[in-house]
């Protein structure tokens, strides 16, 4: 069974510019997680979806970040503009429905300079 | 505010000892507690959980601890294995109409061969 997948795996960016990450999760998981995890830090959820709804946003900064699962299978995570404070590892995790065991994929290092 | 607390950034144990993380939670409304294990350059994996009605799980090697008057949780590896050198995270979950998911900061953990 493949893992969740995640793109790019680094990024560098100037701040004030925009920058995307994807994920696909594991087939049939209905869940999908986006996750901050800044160095020293635990993951903070940023959004959680059940198949293309939106469960959860309440941590994400929702004048710069947005996210979309426009099909419920793969999801994008956008920054625009982006914030030196938002150099961190982005994580995407997916579960399947009613599961407390999340997956994670292997995360996207962003670096804002 | 941190509702799941690892006051330990780091443990070293010697092979074959034993090696017990700690975590403190301030919410009493957690269901469930979870261990996840993170090597370098990968997504955390779930490595064992608890429910909040019980007061131990054990898996193998790994034996987690709950202790509800006092907030604490902890995670036990006998013997601790060069393997088992990663950072823990220690995380809580409550269901609302899908598990919410609180991590920890982590501890990394060495052991030395």
């Known amino acids: 069974e493949a893992g969740v997948a995640q793109s790019p795996r680094y990024k560098i960016i100037e701040k004030r510019q925009s920058v995307a990450f994807w994920c696909n999760p594991i087939?049939?998981?209905?869940?999908l997680y986006w996750y901050q995890q800044i160095l020293g830090q635990g993951p903070k959820l940023l959004i959680q979806?059940?198949?293309?709804?939106?469960?959860?946003d309440s941590q994400l900064p929702k004048d710069r970040f947005s996210a979309e699962r426009l099909k419920g299978v793969d999801s994008t995570l956008k920054i625009q503009p982006a914030k030196l404070e938002d150099s961190a590892v982005y994580l995407c995790?997916?579960?399947?429905?009613?599961?407390?065991?999340?997956?994670f994929g292997p995360g996207t290092r962003l670096t804002v300079t | 505010d941190q509702q799941v607390k690892q006051n330990s950034p780091s443990l070293s144990v010697q092979e074959g000892r034993i090696s017990i993380l700690n975590c403190d939670y301030t919410?009493?409304?957690?269901?469930?507690f979870l261990w996840y294990k993170k090597y370098p350059a990968e997504g955390p994996t779930f490595l064992i959980s608890?429910?909040?009605?019980?007061d131990k799980n054990e898996d193998g090697r790994f034996t987690v601890f709950l202790n509800k008057s006092a907030k604490h949780l902890s995670l036990h590896i006998v013997p601790s294995q060069p393997g088992d050198s990663a950072v823990y995270f220690c995380?809580?979950?409550?269901?609302?109409?899908?598990?919410?998911?609180?991590f920890g900061a982590g501890t990394r953990l060495f052991v030395k061969a």
């Open positions: 919410n009493s409304m957690f269901d469930y």
């Open positions: 087939s049939g998981h209905a869940t």
């Open positions: 995790a997916s579960s399947s429905t009613g599961s407390l065991e999340q997956y």
């Open positions: 979806f059940q198949n293309n709804g939106v469960v959860d």
């Open positions: 995380a809580a979950s409550h269901y609302t109409g899908g598990f919410k998911t609180i």
């Open positions: 608890i429910s909040s009605i019980k």
